[in-house]
């Protein structure tokens, strides 16, 4: 039982470059999100999906898109990436909205 | 506007001591209220739950405690020890539609030996 898994851990990117943040669940939880973290800002939600098919924005979603491709995975795209994305990409899952999060272990973005 | 707000910022104390972290929030309709502990390089990980009707729950050396009246939390730390040492983040979950979550900023403990 892995709980939530993110590839990869760590990438740098170069401004205008493209690429996908891949999370799985293996808990059979509904609910999935991508939150960014950055110092002094504490964790700020991107988007969720509240059960498989369906996504939602969250309070920083530009220049994001997701996917949730099945219940267990919800992968994180970036399609021209930007120095302000610079962050700490967090995925979380839940039974339902409101029960306890589970976090992956993040990944580490750089953009040069 | 729904607001966490947690203090201090950052603390530093020996191993072996106690201490407590401050949560303030300005969040209506209350749900619950969750203290997160995120060691460095990983991520965050639920210590206690508390709803509106509950006004302490302990974890092991972890005590945390919710005044409703006061939109207050605190966590309590007993006889810390060296693997204390994390950001712990007060989280807040609305009562609406969504289950909006609010978090705070989080407090950076260190333990020194």
């Known amino acids: 039982n892995a709980g939530v898994t993110q590839t990869p851990k760590f990438q740098v990117l170069k401004t205008g470059q493209s690429m996908t943040l891949q999370c799985a669940q293996d808990m059979n939880h509904n609910s999935m999100y991508w939150y960014r973290q950055d110092p002094g800002m504490g964790l700020r939600l991107i988007y969720y999906?509240?059960?498989?098919?369906?996504?939602d924005k969250g309070e920083v979603p530009n220049g994001y898109n997701v996917s949730r491709l099945n219940k267990r995975e919800f992968s994180l795209r970036l399609e021209s990436a930007a120095p302000s994305q610079t962050s700490v990409y967090f995925c979380a899952s839940s039974e339902v909205g409101g029960s306890p999060l589970h976090f992956g272990n993040g990944t580490r973005l750089t953009v040069t | 506007k729904n607001q966490v707000e947690q203090s201090p910022q950052s603390l530093i104390i020996l191993e072996g001591k106690n201490c407590t972290l401050q949560?303030?929030?300005?969040?209506?309709?209350?749900?619950?209220l969750r203290w997160y502990k995120q060691d460095t390089g990983r991520g965050p990980v639920s210590l206690t739950i508390?709803?509106?009707?509950?006004n302490t729950k302990s974890n092991g050396r972890y005590t945390a405690t919710l005044d409703a009246d006061t939109k207050q939390s605190s966590l309590h730390i007993t006889a810390s020890q060296l693997s204390d040492s994390a950001s712990y983040i007060c989280?807040?979950?609305?009562?609406?539609?969504?289950?909006?979550?609010?978090f705070g900023k989080g407090t950076r403990l260190h333990i020194l030996p």
């Open positions: 508390m709803t509106f009707s509950e």
């Open positions: 949560c303030n929030y300005t969040v209506s309709p209350f749900s619950n």
């Open positions: 999906s509240a059960s498989e098919g369906t996504t």
């Open positions: 989280v807040v979950t609305l009562m609406n539609r969504d289950d909006k979550i609010i």
